[in-house]
T-cell receptor, first 114, second 116 residues
Framework: KAGVTQTPRYLIKTRGQQVTLSCSPI?????VSWYQQTPGQGLQFLFE???????NKGNFPGRFSGRQFSNSRSEMNVSTLELGDSALYLC?????????????FGPGTRLTVL | AQSVTQLDSQVPVFEEAPVELRCNYS??????LFWYVQYPNQGLQLLLK??????LVKGINGFEAEFNKSQTSFHLRKPSVHISDTAEYFC??????????????FGKGTLLTVNP
């Protein structure tokens, strides 16, 4: 099976712009989670989608949003970008019916905000 | 809420030496425990996991970890490291039941540098 894919891999934006990141989970996985990784804060949970519904959300401002499509692909959007949004954004998918939350991570999208 | 503390931010070792990366967690409920590895410019790869049963867990690439409930620890070990083990290692927890098992809570990571 192909792994989790994320596009684009690298992105440079300026403050105030918005950005959309894309994630395709492993075939058959219906749960997709997003994490933000920064040197200062480490890995932090953003949100989780399952069957096109946001099930859970981390402690991030409303500028961070996402959605999931019927084919389980997910997008994450950040509006009004700030310098502090520069980070590696990781997407992870989870097998349907998994009882122990083993998540499979993509390579990430590195976002740089200038 | 759960929390994870990785006691060493950086661990330098020589090739073929043993290594231990330390992880302590805090939780009021039962948890699952994981170790992930991240190579430069890559995502996270699962090394091993503890769900239940034997407290000694073996993973990929010769790594193993021991769950110690009384000390709330889950230290990662390898008896002989290689240059290719140079990477950042993350310890993570997830609650084992209930509605909060959707997310992983990670430690800050330990950068393992293997020198020749």
């Amino acid at each position: 099976k192909a792994g989790v894919t994320q596009t684009p891999r690298y992105l440079i934006k300026t403050r105030g712009q918005q950005v959309t990141l894309s994630c395709s989970p492993i075939s058959g996985h219906r749960s997709v989670s997003w994490y933000q990784q920064t040197p200062g804060q480490g890995l932090q949970f953003l949100f989780e989608y399952f069957s096109e519904t946001q099930r859970n959300k981390g402690n991030f401002p409303g500028r961070f949003s996402g959605r999931q499509f019927s084919n389980s692909r997910s997008e994450m959007n950040v509006s009004t970008l700030e310098l502090g949004d520069s980070a590696l954004y990781l997407c992870a998918s989870r097998p349907t019916g998994s009882s122990y939350n083993e998540q499979f991570f993509g390579p990430g999208t590195r976002l740089t905000v200038l | 809420a759960q929390s994870v503390t990785q006691l060493d931010s950086q661990v330098p070792v020589f090739e073929e030496a043993p290594v231990e990366l330390r992880c302590n967690y805090s939780s009021s409920v039962s948890v699952y425990l994981f170790w992930y590895v991240q190579y430069p410019n890559q995502g996270l790869q699962l090394l091993l996991k503890y769900l239940s049963g034997s407290t000694l867990v073996k993973g990929i690439n010769g790594f193993e970890a021991e769950f110690n409930k009384s000390q709330t620890s889950f230290h990662l070990r390898k008896p002989s490291v290689h240059i290719s083990d140079t990477a950042e290692y993350f310890c993570a927890v997830s609650v084992s039941s209930g509605g909060s098992n959707y997310k992983l809570t990670f430690g800050k990571g330990t950068l393992l540098t293997v020198n020749p």
